[in-house]
């Protein structure tokens, strides 16, 4: 045994404590799971984008031996109530969303009837046996074609494909900067659907106990809290008779940001049923059926002096929500729109957004959330607007960065940025990638006939979500700490880790504030008979608001241990000093610990008058302000004239996400984000043809990156104290897959420049970069 | 039904199955070895994938019964005495994994690559590995991990 890693802990790349269990495939994920009695759900999903459902026979599937039940809408929708969107949007036409179809189905993977089976294989043949007979109707699929005068409707009872439009403008006058500008700078982009793929797809098993009438669920979620509140809604079981656990879990990247009908189904069968049962998402109901990201279309415009001074931007974009409100739908698009101006002095800006009906599968937060289309077009248009104006896109983005004084920044769109350092991050970066060696290189390159670019990408984002005035129900963090009576440390945090690494790198902080050795520390979550409180992962949140929600509760257990240890030790409280996890006061030779403390507050046989017995507190974090965390990625690249092929040479990314807690968790962090990012600008694309038939159901046709796709990494940091909360923490989750796909991007476009490509849409697969360099190639022999 | 006899991680289980169960739905319903995981069911992903007689074979695109007669090793069956196995030492000592789905196939994989070539380079590890998907690393810390791993004892040393 080597000696025990001792404090400081918070700053060091820590191996996680999560890992022993995972390496030796001994984790819990809901599919590990075994009940007495347990049965097998399996759903049968519709094949067609839209359809009347005119009859579903069920008979040959419910005499198949071992099937237990075979119900149908008409069966169970009267019991579910509605999958809810927790969205506030003014006006919003929302479709009625029913746990299984009605008479109609809305999308390729809309779930029509459910089997029941004691094996899964029989469950499985159930459904085959099911007879749906569907009269197809007309399909919608291309947002812009569906807010036409005259188009399909995706639900005729609306009588629109409109589900909201939504009109910002901010800053100084819009007009007048367009009326002053010396030039408009236009461009239409397209920001693709995409499918988040965490390799667990999602898993539900639900457990009904007839004698308490408590039940319980286990779903790969990251909410567990949100969906223990919600559940109650739509299924015949009080918030306090119901607990929600996500035991290990898969990742999520948002597409288990959610509360999905089959958690509510589950629930319902439980009971109905009278025996726990689970359902296993397979990868094509996952590819089908769980949320998608992305999808907005957008004519941008920006107002710009001859100067390179940008006095005004506009959107208007069409944002794809597909058939149904999910959880926060058609709030996704709207977060583009707070971040639009970057970390750039925009004073104006006006954006306008339809959300648009489409037969497909719904939109929802996918890692970034809105956040990633805002970065994605500003440093589009940065490099534009550089090129048009003829101003180099360094100086450009560093002529409208705030200055470090300028903060806290209030920008145009509303927000106010936090804490920043631009200039330090684009300096950094530019030095690790040695700017002006690539500059000479590329020059080589290019006088040499090969097509060579260099991109980059500035950028700020939104994180910690975030304060409750601005989240649609509550945005505060819960955490709970106790000094166990044999001195370890329990913390229980509200926040709900699913791959991030929070039970180290909450360890790390709870065991340096408490002054005790990280393996006496251990972190519980994801259980709401655990953590009773808690608003869960997403947004970037988890260390920076639960970490700071445990701040407060050893805030607290000191304060109180203080109290007892100046009556134990005979002194007055002020004179009391905590230091290096011990208690002492001056001139007094007793010093106490934790363990010995504990014993005191539980055993309780002395302690002073109006002091309760024990040594726990628990607290809720409410943050007066998002964080922004931000960086500057630097990418080289080479494309391939003959074959469109890009090649990635140099990646610089510097990253400054506030306090570093854990390097090590930080690294993977980012480099996991600039993965997806990767996939999103080479070949990542969730593709519906015309028939609303869904084209990319497997990994086989949608492709995420694979190990030999990414490129060597140069990573930096700086590092700029968040000072809205008391770790100055700003999160990092999803920093990579922000700030990469600009740079990447931008990188290809600069390389196809020279043949005057100004912009080519994602994903940039050898096809679509060949057929560009095909049409701006002066005509071939 | 029909009979089969497979060696998993040493211990033998006979069983009398349907015959198309998969080998995947063996080791984690029939021998109760949930280690192995399922996230596709078409063979690309590889969080499934075992040592069939020492071959990475992915165990959803495998029926049980063909699997007849094999010795099997799972994640299970890496760590010796309580020791982890280098490569699960990897995984863990360079933050190979995050949410760990993918990780016992993927770590499966970087076996049977260095039983084959011990000492790989960064590309050929990364070719090695492109039958499996992972969603959260970027990858980058997995080529890290088999690297830690290629050299070192593979019974013992390791914590």
Known sequence: MSDPVKSPYIGRALKRVEDPRLVKGLATYTDDLRLPGLLHVCFLRSPHAHARVDRIDTSAARTLPGVVAVLTGADVNEHCGIVPCAAEIPDLKSPRHTVLAGDRVYFVGHPVAVAIAADPYVARDAIDAIEVDYDPLPVVVDPEEAIKAGAPLTHPDLGTNIAFTHHVTGGTDIDDAFRRADKIVKERMVHQRLTPMPIEPRAVVASYHRGDGTLTIWSSTQVPHLVRTLLPGMIAIAENKLRIVAPEVGGGFGAKLQVYAEEALCGHLAMRLGAPVKWIESRRENAAATIHGRDQIGEYEVAVKNDGTILGLKARTVADLGSYCQLLTPAIPTLTGLVLTGCYRIPAIKVDLVGVYTNKMATDAYRGAGRPEATYLIERLMDIVAREVGIDRVELRSKHFPAVADFPFQTACGVTYDSGNYQGTLAKARQLADWDQLVVQRANARAAGRLSGIGMSTYVEICAMGPSKAMPAGGWEWGCVRIEISGKVTAITGVSPHGQGQETSLAQIVADRLGVLIDDVVVLHGDTGVAHYGRDTYGSRGTALGGSALVMCIDKIVAKATTLVAHLLGVTADRVVFADGRFSAPGVERRLSWAELAGEAFIAKNLPPGLEPGLEASSFFEPANFTFPFGTHIVAVDVDRETGKVTINKYVAVDDCGIRINPLLIEGQVQGGIAHSLGQVLFERTVYDENGQLLTGEFMDYAIARAGDIPDYIMGSTVTPSPVNPLGVKGVGEAGTIGATPAIANAVIDALQPLGVRHLDLPLTPERVWRAIQQHSPVAV | ?159
């Open chain 2, 1 to 159: 039904m029909i009979s089969v006899r497979l060696r998993v991680n040493g211990s033998e289980h006979r069983r009398d199955i349907e015959p198309r169960l998969l080998l995947v739905h063996f080791l984690r319903e029939v021998c109760g070895l949930t280690g192995t995981h399922v996230g596709c069911e078409t063979g690309i992903c590889g969080a499934c994938t075992v040592l069939v007689d020492g071959s990475a074979v992915k165990a959803c695109t495998l029926l049980a019964a063909q699997a007849d007669g094999a010795e099997i090793t799972t994640i299970e069956g890496l760590a010796t005495n309580g020791h982890l196995h280098p490569m699960q030492d990897g995984f863990w000592e360079r933050h190979g994994l995050q949410c760990g789905f993918c990780t016992p196939g993927m770590i499966m994989s970087g076996v049977q690559l260095l039983a084959r070539n011990a000492k790989p380079t960064r590309a050929e590890i990364a070719d090695a590995i492109r039958g499996n998907l992972c969603r959260c690393t970027g990858y980058t810390h997995i080529i890290d991990a088999i690297e830690y791993a290629a050299g070192r004892p593979a019974t013992g040393g390791a914590r």
